[in-house]
């Protein structure tokens, strides 16, 4: 799925300490620097992650 494999190529490369960019593609870049990462990103995230678990735990019945 195109999906996660977008979210596991974002955390696999760029995860600092739980967080990670707002672009998964592209990384930080100065964005870590600058502005800082706001939470809606990491809330997003953390969202997507737990709808693909069910998607898995669902196709498994």
Do not use: C, I
Request: no cysteine; charged share 20%.
């Amino acid at each position: 799925m195109a999906f996660q494999r977008n979210l596991d190529y974002g955390f696999e490369r760029y995860n600092q300490e739980g967080y990670l960019p707002t672009n998964l593609l592209t990384g930080w870049g100065d964005e870590r620097d600058g502005q800082g990462v706001e939470g809606m990103f990491m809330f997003a995230y953390s969202a997507q992650y737990a709808l693909l678990s069910e998607h898995h735990l669902a196709a498994k019945k």
